[in-house]
């Protein structure tokens, strides 16, 4: 059996739907936006606090010939997950691409962390991706075509450093992409999940980047464009669902 082209309809999954890109101000989330628009998508770059780097994400698209529109809503309030999805059907569309990549999350030790602490951490990293994701999925189903990608992390496998509210918060969504994919198969969604680790320009290193480099199989930390190209890779997979993904230089091979 020969190969399908690369031009084949794969390559081509994206062109003309619109996505929603939550964090997409910066990091990993400016990445995959510019990834996404250059695969033909429109692109939504959700932001709350970092306006300015949303505008710069979004100007760099359109200039390059893309549509694209920066939204904001703060996704730790109970409704800003719906404002956000509002907000990218005004001015884009139907969602079609919901890539939840938005985090929060400092290091902390167990007898430091608050109830309101833990309950800040998972109402970004777990609740918003879920309120978002319910909201945007039975449009998706309708139309016989979606994608949802939540942004893990490899804390979710083993505990990681951060805290065990930004653990418990990542590992949350390994358990709702295996119940969201398995709903929603069938009508042509698929949903998983990708979990880096050490990726550099993301706030989120927990330590001394030359410390962590020694502590790399490929010796070097991770760049946001790699993180993209994985991620389009699997959100143009239409036989890709219900698995996390982790990329993290082989330190934590499973």
Known sequence: MTSPPASGPGNRALDGRVALVTGGSGGIGRAVAHRLAAAGAGVAV??????????????????????????????????????????????????????????????QPL???????FDEVLAVNLRAPFLL?????????????????????VAAFTGGIIGPHYAASKAGLHGLTHYLAGQFAAAGVTVNALAPALITQTGMLPGDPEELRQQIPVGRLGHP??????????????????????LDGGRYPR
């Open 225 to 246: 464009d790699e993180v993209a190209d994985l991620a389009l890779a699997i959100l143009r997979n239409a036989y890709l669902t219900s698995q996390v993904i982790s």
């Open 46 to 107: 959700g932001f709350w606090q970092n306006r300015e780097g949303a505008e710069q994400t979004v100007a760099a698209i359109t200039e390059a010939g893309g549509r694209a529109a920066g939204v904001a809503a703060d996704l730790s309030r109970l409704d800003g997950p719906g404002e956000l999805l509002a907000a990218a059907e005004i001015a884009l569309g139907p969602v079609d691409v919901l890539v939840s990549n938005a985090g929060t999350g400092r290091a």
């Open 111 to 117: 007898d430091e962390i608050t109830a309101a602490d």
């Open 133 to 153: 994701a319910q909201r945007a999925l039975p449009g998706m189903a309708h139309r016989g075509f979606g994608r949802v990608l939540f942004m893990s992390s």
